[in-house]
């Protein structure tokens, strides 16, 4: 048997290590590596912001992660092998900026709530939905930023898009390698369809989707209409030399610049 202070060093020892594997390597100078309260869910994320804040938040959301093995059987943790998503927020340029992982990521063991639907089938269901809106809300309320710039690589980019229909202080959408007409991208791909809530930012949600042209896991041909129907007057849609996860992180750059120029050039209208 055990005794009292043996146990609870155990316990000590095993949250160190839970906690260990809870966290994503944020590690660079000027960004803060936090755990939110998304709603009573915790969220992993990350955040650069200068000293004074600032009127615009940049958050990018993460991909899916690991949400399916080899076999196409859902995951007993979502949380990704390598973090494109983050790589991306830490890759743009300026201050205000901010990376947010999804539902579960990283914080498998300490979210109660966590179960594969949430990552598989359901994974663009209200409640993840809900966490991620949440997940917004104290970031926004952590930096005092009114507005938002959402950007979203693969999945995360079906949230991003499906958060600014839904949202009013949403200014701009991106979207990089994204599935988000899910019903032509689950004819292509040959994978079971998946449900989420309607998507259809408000005219003024300026909106640049871009796709990879050696992109097979959400392939431009299915893709762009549906994109292109979504941006209307008010967004672009392009086909970039990509795949899927090469190499948006090292494009960010140019992304963030493209979305400069859309936005400015909107602006003159």
Request: glycine share 10%.
């Amino acid at each position: 048997m055990w005794s009292r202070a043996a146990r609870a060093c155990a316990a000590l020892v095993l949250a160190a290590i839970l906690s260990a594997c809870a966290t994503a390597p944020v590690d660079r100078r000027g960004w803060t590596q936090m755990q939110i309260d998304a709603g009573g869910r915790p969220l992993q994320a990350g955040l650069r912001t200068a000293a004074g804040g600032g009127e615009v938040l940049v958050v990018v959301l993460e991909g899916d992660g690991r949400a399916h093995d080899v076999r196409g059987r859902p995951t007993r943790d979502p949380t990704p092998d390598h973090s494109v998503g983050r790589d991306i927020a830490l890759a743009w340029p300026g201050d205000g900026v901010a990376w947010l992982a999804r539902p579960c990521q990283y914080v498998r063991r300490l979210d109660k709530a966590c179960a594969p639907p949430a990552w598989s089938r359901d994974r663009f269901g209200a409640a993840q939905i809900d966490t991620m809106a949440a997940g917004l809300d104290a970031l926004k309320a952590r930096t005092k930023a009114r507005r938002l710039v959402l950007v979203g690589w693969s999945g995360g980019g079906v949230i991003a898009a499906v958060l600014a229909t839904r949202r009013t202080d949403v200014e701009a959408l991106v979207t990089l390698a994204a599935p988000l007409d899910l019903s032509a991208w689950a004819t292509a791909t040959q994978t079971t369809p998946l449900a989420a809530p309607p998507i259809a930012p408000r005219p003024e949600v300026v909106q640049l989707h871009l796709l990879g042209s050696r992109d097979r896991v959400a392939p431009p041909a299915a893709l762009a209409p549906g994109a292109r129907m979504l941006a209307g007057d008010r967004g672009a849609v392009e086909v970039w030399d990509a795949g899927h996860a090469c190499c948006w992180a090292a494009e960010t750059q140019h992304v963030a610049g493209r979305l400069h120029d859309l936005q400015t050039r909107l602006a003159r209208r």
